[in-house]
């Protein structure tokens, strides 16, 4: 079929058009990271590194303390991902399986208010953070990573299919409710809550505003946000912040493409609703 | 004790944690930001709390009446109307391609448009100021190249929207990509076969077909891409710091200088809390119109 095969042609340009229209921007930073300084802000448009270089990474790790930031970022992202896989399971299949009166008003309303943004809630949580003695901790931004109301409705939803029958047989043999979650429910949750692990921890490494505003001590900042003092500090030097831009995608790249098939799978059981 | 009791007992045991939590980090500052927004809270009052006053809603008319509220709420607005279309459009665009039976190497291609959505708002935003430096920007650079003059992107106040508005699709698109191709495959091969059968184009198939069956799928993207492009606030922080000319600032960034800037937390409040009337409005809007078209 001549007309079949000429769609497929002109799909596929457009399909790899795109492709090379997003990738473009991450290979030209790396591409630039491994410049010598200067080599990318002339007039002739440079793509590829003349004799490819480290330096900018060296400099970064050796001058500036990108080892530090990198460290501060794994502490926050790896805390807030344990934390609050428990804390959200244990509520999501709460929610989902166990009776209990008011229980459904209590998940509407949990719903609704994740329309509510962040940002209301942001100053007092500041200024109670600042009465706890927590800003400038690593305490002080893990706090609103610990609980969400996304995590609870993503695992209720997955907590739903667990079947009756499963719990009850275990509730037969005398087991109390926390082994049934931990020897029963766990196991057959254990999709969801690595997807939810993968998205808590990108969601905590990405994160820009909270971190900005509770570290102002620069030994506790995290990789974004001494990136962007870095960048109002060193505007000219194209290639360092194309070095520190790579470091800081690389960690959540690779979360991804490790845990990329049930990340997606969460994100299209995140966006089913009841 | 009976069966009952206990799984109730274990029910509120299992959700303490999580409500505990939500209540003293989340719901306890909601209320405090509501009820600081009806108060003076400045400078003076971080260095002497005593000092404090309810002003009631004369905070929201301080706020009404200032002109970079407005200038705010403009661009953000032109953020979410302009950006935020355009972003499910080209989402549903790519869903669109990658849903078709011909195409090879599908995994690939979701990998690769989902990429950006991975990567660090600030990194890319960084990545970005220099792909539209005006000079030695690689946006410039191949406009030339097709003989089109450059424009300052970031510098000229007419382009300067225009500039995040593109980045903000880039780093967003893949996100509702996933979303609308599982959209897609959830609509019954019959009703195309039966479409198929009677003759129908592809255009009429799609209007008449896929649309109506995205139609659950849109509601949800439509209303969760709004909420997210109405919190606008790294692109316009890292790239132009709210510039030039104030084109790019932002509620949240304004926000964000009024509070923790010039410690005006009070007004910053208000602020917030307008952001959540604003998003509360665009919410009911979005319901209504997906309640219309059932």
Partial sequence: MRGGRWRGV??????IGGAVLTLAPLIWMTAVSLMHPGEANTAKLNLWPEAPTLENYRHLFTRLNMARHFLNSAVVSCAATLLSVLVNSLAGYALAKLHFPGRDILFRRMTAAMVIPA??????????LRQLGLVNTIGGVLVPYLASIFGIVLIRQYALSIPDDLLDAARMDGAGEFHIFRLVALPIMKPI?????AFTFLSAWNDFMWPLIVLSDEKLQTLPVALAKLAGEHVQDTELMMAGSVITILPPLIVFLLFQKVYVEGIVAGSVKE | MSL???????????????????????????????????????LYVVASPRTMRFIWLKQFVDVLRDAQFWNALRNTLYFVIVGGPLSVGVSLGAALLLNSRLVKARGLFRTVYFAPVLTTLVSVAIVW???YHPGYGLLNSFLSVIGIPGVDWLGDPRW??????LLAVWKNFGYNMLIF???LQAIPGQLYEAAAIDGATSVQT???VTLPGLAPTFFFVGVTTMIGFFQVFAEPYVMTQGGPVGSTRTLVLHMYEEGFRWWRMGEASALAVLLLLITLLGALVQIRLAGGRR
Avoid: K, N
């Fill in chain 1, 119 to 128: 940002q209301v809630g942001m100053l007092p949580l500041f200024l109670l």
């Fill in chain 2, 181 to 183: 191709v599982a959209g």
């Fill in chain 2, 160 to 165: 300067a929207m225009p500039a995040i508005i």
């Fill in chain 2, 4 to 42: 009952e009791t206990r799984r109730r007992r274990a029910a509120w045991l299992f959700l303490t944690p999580a409500l505990g939590l939500l209540t003293l980090f989340f719901v306890l500052p909601v209320v405090a930001g509501l009820a600081l927004s009806l108060t003076d809270f400045d």
């Fill in chain 2, 206 to 208: 799609f209007r008449h």
């Fill in chain 1, 193 to 197: 809550l690595v997807t939810m692990a």
């Fill in chain 2, 129 to 131: 100021r220099y792909l």
């Fill in chain 1, 10 to 15: 002109i799909l596929h340009a457009g399909l």
